[in-house]
């Protein structure tokens, strides 16, 4: 390299470096501006915090319930269209309450029939809430509206249970058993009414009848006894039937008879009357004929094989018999 291009490298090298050391700062210089960060940072959390209110309080309505709306307690609104709603934040929060057909299994109770017996019984209710605002005002939550349907459902069912016999509950044919579930879910629908439950049976229905362990071969053999007896009444019955009827059979065959013979006696003595009345015309026209004709009928009621007439020769009646004419 010659002298020259050594100069001309080393200048470039020295304005390069002068340049570098104009625009370069000194750390010193470097300074972080924290007040308009922080302000950017503070925007950001505000805008983050208020979309977090803004989504938790954001409910939405389903189909098949009613959303309720509480400010401080207070039942303010209640929503049962499906679709989105806004609460106010820190004032006022929401309750879900179904607005379809809930099934209730009720407990297994135990009660005494009309005629004494204790059996089980177990049921379901099929139950809905239609006010819900009276459904929270006066039972709180669905648990306790549950609990008091069930103690209304099992005071009813005791009572209406109570009025019939053990046979008339188990006998499916039994026409009083097919309007238990009609007459307890109405009478359950009063007492709910009355207290202003806000919501409403549809059906109570006996899955299950049971008899107690201990009571079980008791009863079996008094239901027994009962066929037994039920039997012999339908026996006795026929044959009280049989005898009626044979009874009234033989008066009508009397009766039958006796007309018949009647009808009969009439019917001979107008025969009789007739025949006589035309013997007398015959007599009338020809006495001489009509007793000739009398004689030889005579003959044959009186004459057989071993007939033996004794009459005096010079009687009309032997001469005709020897075919003697006068």
Known sequence: MTEKDTKFV????????NKKKKTAKPASDFKVDWKKHGKLVGGFLFIFILLVILLTNVYVVREGEFKIVRQFGEIVKVVDEPGLGVTIPFIQSTTTVPKYLMNYEISEAEI????????????YAVWKVNNPQLMIANAGTLINAESRMEEFIYSVVRTELGRLAYAEIINDEDTSRGSLG??????????????????EVLDVRIKRTDLPVENEQAVYQ???????????????????????????????????????????????????????????????????????????????????????????SDSPYAQFLSGITP
């Open 222 to 312: 008094d239901m027994i006894s009962e066929r037994e007896k039920i039997a012999q009444k339908f026996l006795s019955e026929g044959d009280a039937d049989k005898r009626r009827i044979e009874a009234e059979t033989d008066r009508q065959v009397r009766e039958i008879i006796a007309n018949a013979e009647r009808e009969a006696a009439v019917i001979i003595s107008e025969g009789e009357a007739e025949a006589a009345r035309i013997y007398n015309e015959s007599f009338s026209k020809d006495p001489e004929f009509y007793n000739l004709f009398r004689t030889l009928e005579s003959y044959k009621a009186t004459i057989g094989e071993d007939t033996v007439i004794i009459l005096p």
């Open 10 to 17: 080393s200048l470039e090298e020295r304005f390069a470096l």
């Open 182 to 199: 009609e007459q307890v879910t109405a009478r359950v629908n009063e007492l709910l009414t009355a207290d202003n439950y806000g919501i």
């Open 112 to 123: 005494n029939t009309l005629d004494k017996r204790r059996i089980i019984i177990d049921n």
